[in-house]
């Protein structure tokens, strides 16, 4: 991913210190461009039990190339919970994963284990729970891949039920550059 680029408004209006137009807009497209081959999100997932192997996050192999997860796994029952990052990389021929966990803390007893895999074209985090109980897995992860920007897709704010398309102040949609 790429530096963000900053566009230069000059130190007052028209003093003609900033960057002309065409170069701004050109900043801000990049900027686009540069975040869409990142994605960014949180999720609550559920284990349930101590049956090994319950997949608590999936991403698609074709828009993973590596990623960083934080990992808070928790007994809603008591306070025994604990946090890892892991940080992953899928491999050139994209049939396997590899990763690495650091930054574990506890409070506590240890709730669960974790491991990672690739199945069925897609990413995949799995928990190997120590104890017969229901553990909340908060997970914000960050991914990142090579691939070709999805062009003339629309903008829109995260978290909205009604999908609030970004537009400007004459409605016209917000999308990828084509």
Same mark, same amino acid.
């Given at each position: 991913?790429?530096?963000?680029?900053?566009?230069?408004?000059?130190?007052?209006?028209?003093?003609?210190?900033?960057?002309?137009l065409?170069?701004?807009?050109?900043?801000?497209?990049?900027?686009?461009?540069?975040?869409?081959?990142?994605?960014?999100?949180?999720s609550?997932?559920?284990?349930?039990?101590?049956?090994?192997?319950?997949?608590?996050?999936?991403?698609?192999? /074709?828009?993973?190339?590596? !990623?960083?997860?934080?990992?808070? @796994?928790? *007994?809603?029952?008591?306070?025994?919970?604990? &946090? $890892? #990052?892991?940080q992953a990389?899928?491999?050139?021929?994209?049939? /396997?994963?590899?990763?690495? !966990?650091?930054?574990?803390?506890? @409070?506590? *007893?240890?709730?669960?284990?974790?491991?990672? &895999? $690739? #199945?069925?074209?897609?990413?995949?985090?799995?928990?190997?729970?120590?104890?017969?109980?229901?553990?909340?897995?908060?997970?914000? @992860?960050?991914?990142?891949?090579?691939?070709?920007?999805?062009?003339?897709?629309?903008?829109?704010?995260?978290?909205?039920?009604?999908?609030?398309?970004?537009?400007?102040?004459?409605?016209?949609?917000?999308?990828?550059?084509?």
């Open positions: 991913m790429a530096n963000l680029e900053v566009v230069n408004v000059g130190a007052l209006p028209n003093d003609g210190e900033g960057d002309p065409r170069v701004a807009f050109q900043k801000i497209n990049n900027n686009f461009a540069n975040l869409w081959l990142t994605s960014f999100q949180t609550n997932t559920y284990s349930i039990g101590n049956t090994a192997g319950q997949v608590i996050f999936t991403t698609p192999v /074709s828009q993973f190339t590596q !990623g960083m997860f934080q990992i808070r @796994s928790s *007994n809603p029952d008591n306070n025994d919970s604990q &946090d $890892i #990052v892991l990389q899928i491999t050139n021929t994209k049939d /396997s994963i590899k990763f690495t !966990g650091y930054g574990t803390s506890f @409070s506590g *007893n240890s709730v669960t284990s974790y491991d990672m &895999d $690739i #199945v069925g074209s897609n990413v995949r985090i799995i928990v190997n729970p120590l104890v017969d109980q229901i553990l909340l897995h908060f997970i914000s @992860s960050q991914i990142t891949f090579i691939g070709v920007d999805a062009p003339g897709l629309d903008l829109a704010l995260d978290g909205y039920a009604d999908g609030f398309v970004m537009s400007t102040e004459d409605n016209l949609n917000i999308t990828t550059e084509d």
